[in-house]
């Protein structure tokens, strides 16, 4: 191959990550493909990704190393360029017929999302809606929400409509642009619960498979009470108070005192968590006093505070404090991450 046709051997993509964050996602990507070429479609959020290589090259590259910060990708197959009128919907919807002619069988989940300030005069459900009814009346192929064999993306905006097929693993999330979205429950006690549902998804972990968890930060008690919903006996550590509803719960422990003076019994928990929103630093040093508690094989989900926007730095450190006792599997910033990411260990 020369290198006209190495040029033409290129796939566009459109990676997402939190808002603040795209920076930082593309540097993740450049490092595992260097001849990466960057369109910002939202500020420091969403951009067009112009890599060498197929879809199933760049998929491969992603999974095996996880970028900490995109949260989301999806193939760009076919690009049309945008009217701003109402003829941009029939646009959407024969961009998806053109490259939904290969489909049949199976199940699709349509996910259209359209970027802020794009003028078009119609909504992303209008369009979403559109384009199932298209397929159903071409193809044998299942329309449905989750849990589709493919997903067919579409992302309108700023400039132009984008659409392509993927597998949903291959786009990090089946949720539309990684936007996770948990019931809300009418007696929650904190949103900070999504980030442990969240968690408990995106590391593949079954809390309702361990026996006792420390939660260390736990007030006013989301997580404590994610655990204790999964079956588990917690050990709740904070200062603060812990919601009113949970303190007579059968199967918790309360230590209303500040993590360096809670003792614990050595290896008395498979399962370590805390969300202390403190600097990473501090916190790693807590931890660590507390490590004994936890057993050989057992498992620590702790989220970190980004200080100073030194991400990459955050890691090393985290990593490098916890480096006896602790292996990081893996780390992720969260869609339900704030300034912060979530990280997932094994003790040694
Ligand atoms: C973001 S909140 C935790 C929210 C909790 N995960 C939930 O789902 O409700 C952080 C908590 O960490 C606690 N915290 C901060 N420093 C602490 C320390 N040294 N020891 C124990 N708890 C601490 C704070 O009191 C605060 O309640």
Same mark, same amino acid.
């Given at each position: 191959?020369?290198?006209?046709?190495?040029?033409?051997?290129?796939?566009q993509?459109?990676?997402?990550?939190?808002?603040?964050?795209?920076?930082?996602?593309?540097?993740?990507?450049?490092?595992?493909? !260097? /001849?990466?070429?960057f369109?910002?479609?939202?500020?420091t %959020?969403?951009? +067009?990704a =112009?890599?060498? &290589?197929?879809?199933a090259?760049i998929?491969?590259?992603i999974?095996d190393?996880?970028?900490?910060?995109l949260?989301h990708?999806?193939?760009?197959?076919?690009?049309?360029g945008?009217q701003?009128?109402?003829?941009d919907?029939?646009?959407a919807?024969g961009?998806?017929?053109?490259?939904?002619?290969d489909?049949?069988g199976?199940?699709?989940?349509?996910?259209?999302?359209?970027?802020?300030r794009?003028?078009?005069?119609?909504?992303?459900?209008?369009?979403?809606?559109a384009?199932?009814?298209?397929?159903?009346?071409?193809?044998?192929?299942?329309?449905?929400?989750?849990?589709?064999?493919?997903?067919m993306?579409?992302?309108i905006? !700023? /400039?132009?409509?984008?659409?392509?097929?993927?597998?949903? %693993?291959?786009? +990090?999330? =089946?949720w539309? &642009?990684?936007?996770?979205?948990?019931?809300r429950?009418?007696?929650?006690?904190?949103?900070a619960?999504?980030?442990?549902?969240?968690?408990?998804?995106?590391?593949?972990?079954?809390?309702?498979?361990?026996?006792?968890?420390?939660?260390?930060?736990?007030?006013p008690?989301?997580?404590?009470?994610?655990?204790?919903?999964?079956?588990?006996?917690?050990t709740?550590?904070?200062?603060?108070?812990?919601?009113?509803?949970?303190?007579?719960?059968?199967?918790?422990?309360?230590?209303?005192?500040?993590?360096?003076?809670?003792?614990l019994a050595?290896?008395?928990?498979?399962?370590?968590?805390?969300?202390?929103?403190?600097?990473?630093?501090?916190?790693s040093?807590?931890?660590?006093?507390?490590?004994?508690?936890?057993?050989?094989?057992?498992t620590?989900?702790?989220?970190?505070?980004?200080?100073?926007?030194?991400?990459?730095?955050?890691v090393?450190?985290?990593?490098?404090?916890?480096?006896?006792?602790?292996?990081?599997?893996?780390?992720?910033?969260?869609?339900?991450n704030?300034?912060?990411?979530t990280?997932?260990?094994?003790?040694?």
């Amino acid at each position: 191959m020369n290198d006209n046709e190495k040029e033409l051997n290129r796939i566009q993509w459109i990676g997402t990550a939190n808002r603040g964050f795209a920076q930082q996602a593309q540097e993740e990507v450049r490092r595992l493909m !260097p /001849g990466v070429k960057f369109r910002t479609l939202v500020p420091t %959020e969403t951009f +067009l990704a =112009d890599t060498p &290589g197929s879809w199933a090259d760049i998929t491969r590259l992603i999974q095996d190393k996880e970028p900490i910060f995109l949260r989301h990708m999806q193939p760009v197959e076919a690009e049309l360029g945008l009217q701003h009128n109402e003829g941009d919907l029939a646009s959407a919807v024969g961009l998806a017929e053109r490259i939904c002619l290969d489909e049949k069988g199976g199940s699709i989940a349509v996910q259209v999302r359209i970027a802020e300030r794009t003028d078009v005069p119609f909504g992303a459900s209008e369009v979403k809606t559109a384009i199932e009814d298209k397929i159903r009346e071409q193809s044998g192929t299942e329309v449905v929400v989750r849990h589709a064999d493919r997903i067919m993306s579409v992302y309108i905006g !700023p /400039g132009a409509i984008y659409a392509g097929i993927s597998s949903p %693993e291959d786009n +990090l999330s =089946d949720w539309s &642009g990684g936007a996770i979205r948990f019931q809300r429950e009418e007696n929650q006690i904190s949103r900070a619960k999504f980030k442990l549902l969240e968690a408990e998804r995106k590391f593949n972990l079954h809390f309702g498979d361990f026996r006792k968890g420390v939660d260390v930060g736990a007030a006013p008690g989301g997580w404590t009470s994610l655990l204790l919903e999964r079956g588990l006996h917690v050990t709740a550590i904070d200062p603060a108070k812990l919601h009113p509803s949970l303190l007579q719960h059968p199967r918790l422990t309360y230590h209303a005192k500040n993590a360096g003076d809670v003792k614990l019994a050595h290896n008395e928990f498979d399962l370590l968590v805390c969300d202390m929103s403190w600097s990473p630093r501090q916190m790693s040093r807590l931890i660590l006093d507390l490590l004994p508690a936890l057993k050989s094989g057992g498992t620590a989900v702790i989220t970190a505070k980004l200080m100073h926007k030194k991400p990459f730095q955050t890691v090393k450190e985290l990593e490098h404090d916890f480096a006896k006792e602790l292996e990081l599997r893996q780390a992720k910033q969260l869609f339900h991450n704030r300034e912060e990411l979530t990280l997932y260990f094994v003790k040694k």
